[in-house]
Protein backbone atom coordinates (compact mmCIF):
# COMPACT_ATOMS: atom_id res chain seq x y z
CA UNK A 1 0.00 0.00 0.00
CA UNK A 2 1.49 3.30 -1.07
CA UNK A 3 2.45 6.07 1.69
CA UNK A 4 -0.85 7.94 0.89
CA UNK A 5 -3.05 5.23 0.67
CA UNK A 6 -1.93 3.80 3.80
CA UNK A 7 -2.22 7.21 5.81
CA UNK A 8 -5.95 7.30 5.05
CA UNK A 9 -6.12 3.59 6.22
CA UNK A 10 -4.48 4.43 9.45
CA UNK A 11 -6.35 7.88 10.28
CA UNK A 12 -10.18 5.76 9.37
CA UNK A 13 -9.18 3.72 12.06
CA UNK A 14 -8.15 5.52 14.44
CA UNK A 15 -12.29 40.46 -2.54
CA UNK A 16 -13.51 41.22 0.54
CA UNK A 17 -11.56 41.72 2.67
CA UNK A 18 -12.18 41.84 6.13
CA UNK A 19 -8.94 43.37 8.03
CA UNK A 20 -10.12 42.48 11.48
CA UNK A 21 -11.40 38.88 10.91
CA UNK A 22 -9.02 36.30 10.47
CA UNK A 23 -10.65 33.22 11.48
CA UNK A 24 -13.91 34.13 9.20
CA UNK A 25 -13.96 33.89 5.42
CA UNK A 26 -15.43 36.92 3.23
CA UNK A 27 -16.79 35.41 0.10
CA UNK A 28 -18.14 36.54 -3.08
CA UNK A 29 -19.55 34.94 -6.42
CA UNK A 30 -19.14 37.23 -8.61
CA UNK A 31 -17.97 35.66 -11.52
CA UNK A 32 -15.20 38.53 -12.95
CA UNK A 33 -13.82 38.70 -9.33
CA UNK A 34 -13.18 35.23 -9.66
CA UNK A 35 -11.52 34.94 -12.92
CA UNK A 36 -9.61 37.96 -12.16
CA UNK A 37 -7.88 36.39 -9.05
CA UNK A 38 -7.52 33.05 -11.36
CA UNK A 39 -5.59 35.21 -14.31
CA UNK A 40 -3.52 36.52 -11.28
CA UNK A 41 -2.74 33.18 -10.07
CA UNK A 42 -1.88 31.54 -13.95
CA UNK A 43 0.12 34.75 -14.64
CA UNK A 44 2.42 34.36 -11.46
CA UNK A 45 2.92 30.38 -12.24
CA UNK A 46 3.57 30.75 -16.02
CA UNK A 47 5.39 33.48 -17.39
CA UNK A 48 5.94 31.17 -21.15
CA UNK A 49 3.95 29.58 -23.14
CA UNK A 50 1.54 26.80 -21.30
CA UNK A 51 3.59 23.86 -20.66
CA UNK A 52 2.27 20.27 -21.38
CA UNK A 53 3.70 18.41 -19.06
CA UNK A 54 5.87 19.02 -15.43
CA UNK A 55 8.35 16.78 -14.10
CA UNK A 56 9.60 16.90 -11.05
CA UNK A 57 12.33 14.17 -9.13
CA UNK A 58 13.61 14.41 -5.53
CA UNK A 59 13.75 13.02 -2.35
CA UNK A 60 11.20 12.04 0.22
CA UNK A 61 10.68 11.49 3.51
CA UNK A 62 7.16 9.41 4.50
CA UNK A 63 5.53 8.65 7.83
CA UNK A 64 2.89 5.65 8.16
CA UNK A 65 2.28 5.55 12.03
CA UNK A 66 5.68 4.10 13.60
CA UNK A 67 7.05 3.80 9.92
CA UNK A 68 9.24 6.42 8.78
CA UNK A 69 11.16 5.52 4.91
CA UNK A 70 13.25 7.73 2.92
CA UNK A 71 14.28 7.66 -0.75
CA UNK A 72 13.97 8.82 -4.54
CA UNK A 73 10.85 10.43 -6.00
CA UNK A 74 9.43 11.12 -9.28
CA UNK A 75 6.59 13.27 -9.89
CA UNK A 76 5.00 13.96 -13.33
CA UNK A 77 1.35 16.14 -13.98
CA UNK A 78 0.48 16.96 -17.72
CA UNK A 79 -1.83 19.71 -18.67
CA UNK A 80 -4.88 17.17 -19.85
CA UNK A 81 -5.10 16.32 -16.11
CA UNK A 82 -2.84 13.15 -15.59
CA UNK A 83 -0.41 12.78 -13.42
CA UNK A 84 2.31 10.30 -12.14
CA UNK A 85 4.17 9.63 -8.71
CA UNK A 86 6.62 7.28 -8.21
CA UNK A 87 8.14 6.39 -4.69
CA UNK A 88 10.87 4.30 -4.48
CA UNK A 89 12.02 4.04 -0.49
CA UNK A 90 14.33 2.54 1.68
CA UNK A 91 11.37 -0.07 2.49
CA UNK A 92 9.10 -0.17 -0.43
CA UNK A 93 8.27 0.98 -3.35
CA UNK A 94 4.65 2.70 -4.72
CA UNK A 95 3.09 4.34 -7.20
CA UNK A 96 0.04 6.51 -7.75
CA UNK A 97 -1.44 7.16 -11.39
CA UNK A 98 -4.53 9.24 -12.95
CA UNK A 99 -5.51 9.06 -16.70
CA UNK A 100 -8.47 10.73 -18.22
CA UNK A 101 -10.32 9.51 -20.61
CA UNK A 102 -13.12 12.15 -22.32
CA UNK A 103 -13.10 14.33 -19.12
CA UNK A 104 -12.99 11.73 -17.19
CA UNK A 105 -10.48 10.72 -14.42
CA UNK A 106 -9.55 7.33 -13.41
CA UNK A 107 -6.74 6.54 -10.71
CA UNK A 108 -5.03 4.17 -9.97
CA UNK A 109 -1.95 3.53 -6.64
CA UNK A 110 0.70 -0.22 -6.65
CA UNK A 111 1.10 -1.37 -3.31
CA UNK A 112 4.38 -2.34 -2.14
CA UNK A 113 4.06 -6.12 -3.25
CA UNK A 114 3.84 -4.55 -7.40
CA UNK A 115 -0.42 -5.05 -6.77
CA UNK A 116 -2.70 -2.54 -8.82
CA UNK A 117 -5.40 -1.23 -6.73
CA UNK A 118 -8.41 1.19 -8.35
CA UNK A 119 -8.72 4.45 -6.36
CA UNK A 120 -12.14 5.51 -5.72
CA UNK A 121 -13.94 8.34 -7.72
CA UNK A 122 -14.39 11.08 -4.80
CA UNK A 123 -9.79 10.44 -4.34
CA UNK A 124 -9.63 11.18 -8.36
CA UNK A 125 -11.36 14.25 -8.52
CA UNK A 126 -8.71 16.34 -7.16
CA UNK A 127 -6.14 17.60 -9.43
CA UNK A 128 -2.30 16.70 -9.08
CA UNK A 129 -1.83 17.91 -5.54
CA UNK A 130 1.71 18.32 -6.52
CA UNK A 131 1.56 20.81 -8.65
CA UNK A 132 -2.33 21.33 -9.11
CA UNK A 133 -2.19 24.72 -10.83
CA UNK A 134 -1.08 23.68 -14.32
CA UNK A 135 -5.01 21.73 -14.71
CA UNK A 136 -6.82 24.65 -12.16
CA UNK A 137 -5.70 27.89 -12.96
CA UNK A 138 -5.86 27.88 -17.21
CA UNK A 139 -9.42 28.81 -18.56
CA UNK A 140 -9.24 25.93 -21.02
CA UNK A 141 -12.05 25.23 -23.37
CA UNK A 142 -10.89 21.70 -24.28
CA UNK A 143 -13.79 19.71 -23.21
CA UNK A 144 -11.82 16.50 -23.56
CA UNK A 145 -10.31 17.64 -20.10
CA UNK A 146 -11.17 17.29 -16.73
CA UNK A 147 -12.74 20.46 -15.63
CA UNK A 148 -12.63 22.70 -12.05
CA UNK A 149 -14.71 25.56 -11.91
CA UNK A 150 -13.96 28.28 -9.88
CA UNK A 151 -16.61 28.49 -7.41
CA UNK A 152 -15.58 31.02 -4.45
CA UNK A 153 -13.33 33.89 -3.56
CA UNK A 154 -12.19 33.88 0.29
CA UNK A 155 -9.53 35.70 1.82
CA UNK A 156 -8.33 35.08 5.40
CA UNK A 157 -5.18 34.56 7.39
CA UNK A 158 -3.78 31.73 5.20
CA UNK A 159 -3.92 34.33 1.73
CA UNK A 160 -6.51 34.71 -0.84
CA UNK A 161 -8.42 31.44 -1.14
CA UNK A 162 -9.79 30.45 -4.59
CA UNK A 163 -12.03 27.20 -4.30
CA UNK A 164 -12.91 24.75 -7.36
CA UNK A 165 -15.59 22.53 -8.05
CA UNK A 166 -15.01 19.12 -10.56
CA UNK A 167 -17.35 19.69 -13.36
CA UNK A 168 -18.49 16.06 -14.57
CA UNK A 169 -18.89 15.79 -18.54
CA UNK A 170 -21.50 13.97 -20.03
CA UNK A 171 -20.75 11.34 -22.87
CA UNK A 172 -20.71 13.73 -25.58
CA UNK A 173 -17.74 15.96 -22.96
CA UNK A 174 -19.91 18.73 -22.34
CA UNK A 175 -19.60 19.62 -18.70
CA UNK A 176 -23.02 18.91 -17.32
CA UNK A 177 -22.79 18.45 -13.73
CA UNK A 178 -20.88 19.69 -10.77
CA UNK A 179 -19.67 17.41 -8.21
CA UNK A 180 -19.67 19.61 -4.82
CA UNK A 181 -18.62 16.64 -2.56
CA UNK A 182 -15.04 17.49 -3.30
CA UNK A 183 -13.98 21.18 -3.68
CA UNK A 184 -10.38 21.94 -3.96
CA UNK A 185 -9.11 24.90 -2.41
CA UNK A 186 -5.99 26.62 -3.29
CA UNK A 187 -4.98 29.91 -1.06
CA UNK A 188 -2.91 31.64 -3.05
CA UNK A 189 0.40 34.50 -1.30
CA UNK A 190 -1.55 37.81 -1.64
CA UNK A 191 1.53 39.28 -3.22
CA UNK A 192 3.22 36.76 -4.74
CA UNK A 193 -0.51 35.30 -6.51
CA UNK A 194 1.73 31.79 -6.03
CA UNK A 195 0.18 28.45 -4.48
CA UNK A 196 0.71 28.77 -0.44
CA UNK A 197 -1.52 25.92 0.25
CA UNK A 198 -3.80 23.32 -1.23
CA UNK A 199 -6.40 22.47 0.84
CA UNK A 200 -9.48 19.13 -0.06
CA UNK A 201 -11.15 16.10 1.34
CA UNK A 202 -9.60 12.33 0.77
CA UNK A 203 -11.75 9.39 1.80
CA UNK A 204 -10.33 5.63 2.26
CA UNK A 205 -10.59 3.32 -0.74
CA UNK A 206 -11.71 0.66 1.41
CA UNK A 207 -15.86 1.03 0.17
CA UNK A 208 -16.45 -0.31 3.63
CA UNK A 209 -15.24 2.80 5.69
CA UNK A 210 -17.00 6.15 5.51
CA UNK A 211 -14.62 9.24 7.05
CA UNK A 212 -13.45 12.49 5.44
CA UNK A 213 -9.84 13.23 5.96
CA UNK A 214 -8.93 16.88 5.71
CA UNK A 215 -5.21 17.28 3.74
CA UNK A 216 -3.65 20.45 3.27
CA UNK A 217 -0.38 20.56 0.86
CA UNK A 218 2.08 23.54 1.55
CA UNK A 219 4.54 24.96 -1.06
CA UNK A 220 7.72 26.50 -0.77
CA UNK A 221 11.07 27.36 -2.19
CA UNK A 222 9.65 28.96 -5.94
CA UNK A 223 11.71 28.75 -8.52
CA UNK A 224 11.79 29.51 -12.15
CA UNK A 225 11.88 26.79 -14.90
CA UNK A 226 11.73 27.34 -18.55
CA UNK A 227 9.01 30.25 -17.71
CA UNK A 228 7.23 27.97 -14.72
CA UNK A 229 7.33 28.58 -11.16
CA UNK A 230 8.16 25.50 -9.46
CA UNK A 231 7.77 24.70 -5.53
CA UNK A 232 10.94 22.83 -4.23
CA UNK A 233 9.19 21.76 -1.34
CA UNK A 234 6.03 20.36 -0.79
CA UNK A 235 4.60 18.68 2.30
CA UNK A 236 1.22 16.87 2.47
CA UNK A 237 -0.91 16.85 5.83
CA UNK A 238 -3.43 14.35 6.73
CA UNK A 239 -5.56 15.40 9.39
CA UNK A 240 -3.44 17.38 10.66
CA UNK A 241 -0.04 15.37 10.40
CA UNK A 242 2.76 15.55 8.19
CA UNK A 243 2.94 12.48 6.48
CA UNK A 244 5.29 12.88 3.42
CA UNK A 245 7.55 15.80 2.79
CA UNK A 246 8.78 16.31 -0.87
CA UNK A 247 12.74 18.05 -1.55
CA UNK A 248 12.80 18.49 -4.95
CA UNK A 249 16.43 18.44 -6.29
CA UNK A 250 16.01 19.15 -10.41
CA UNK A 251 12.51 19.97 -12.44
CA UNK A 252 11.67 19.94 -16.64
CA UNK A 253 9.32 21.75 -18.19
CA UNK A 254 8.02 20.94 -21.75
Known amino acids: MPPISRFLRNVAFALVLCPALTAIWCQTTATPQLRTVQSQAWAALVSAAQPTTVALDGTFT ?18 NGTFLINLSGNVSTTSESRTVSDGVP ?16 LNCMPPAWFFPGLTLLPNSSDASNPAWSPSSYAVDSLGDHLQFQFVLPNLNGTPEDSQLLSPFDLVLDPNTHLPLYAKFT ?28 VPFHIQRYLNGSLVLDLTITSASVQ
Open 106 to 121: ACTWTDSEGVVHNSTF
Open 202 to 229: AHPDNPGIHADIPVQIAYSDYRNISGVM
Open 62 to 79: STAGSLTQNGDAHLTVGS
